[in-house]
């Protein structure tokens, strides 16, 4: 079956790091998506891997290692505003357009 | 930065009844997406359209959800006979290219009473 396994909370201090993990097991691998999703509102882009290694972009980076089915979203400089949940998808196939969801992991930054 | 809209952004309906939810995907979009999700629970998906036609769906889109594009702006989600259980917020995405980054809109909330 298809698996997407996130930390469902995690809290962490403004103007600190904090890594989010997923773990995934599916039935193929086509790219690895993570999102943000304030409460209430749309899931907006933040990352793309679909090769092994690290995307750094700003404040935020995320890391794939294919052969372990792993990846991790990295947040530096926490900020207040950085409350939110992170979504990590994935595309099972190439010739599919659907991406799988993980439950989201809820982070809460505090002052 | 071009957004996809969706309206209304709440929807209270009976059950049995039937609901419309619309979608203006980002103009030079190419391909279409609902996804939903229930209060506390994962995004999932539930059709994708290319073309004029649905490319792939979930088996949550049963004979009851239809989709359609009935002119050059427009992604309508039609729900023919609701379910308390059809409760959720309805995504719509695009994307501009198979596989890319998806665009989602704000969502329709849709409460089944």
């Known amino acids: 079956g298809q698996n997407i396994d996130q930390p469902t909370e995690m809290t962490a201090t403004e103007g600190a790091i904090v890594q989010i993990n997923c773990t995934y097991q599916t039935s193929g691998f086509n790219g690895l998506f993570w999102y943000q999703q304030h409460a209430g509102e749309a899931p907006t882009f933040l990352s793309y891997?679909?090769?092994?290694g690290l995307e750094e972009k700003g404040r935020f980076s995320s890391f794939l290692s294919r052969s372990k089915g792993y990846s991790y979203l990295l947040l530096k400089e926490l900020q207040m505003k950085d409350s939110a949940s992170y979504l990590c998808a994935v595309r099972d196939r190439g010739n599919t357009d659907k991406l799988i969801f993980g439950t989201g992991t809820r982070l809460q930054v505090f002052p | 930065e071009p957004e996809v809209t969706q309206t209304p952004s709440h929807q209270v309906t009976q059950m049995g009844q039937e609901v419309i939810l619309r979608c203006v995907p980002i103009s030079n979009h190419l391909y279409f997406y609902w996804y939903r999700q229930i209060l506390g629970q994962k995004v999932e998906f539930l059709v994708s359209f290319y073309n004029n036609e649905i490319s792939e769906k979930s088996e949550i889109f049963d004979d009851q959800f239809s989709v359609e594009r009935p002119d050059g702006s427009n992604f309508t989600l039609k729900i023919r006979s609701t379910k308390l259980e059809d409760s959720a917020m309805y995504f719509c995405?695009?994307?501009?290219?198979?596989?890319?980054?998806?665009?989602f809109g704000s969502g329709t909330q849709l409460s089944v009473l």
């Open positions: 891997n679909v090769l092994d």
């Open positions: 995405a695009s994307s501009e290219t198979q596989g890319g980054k998806l665009f």
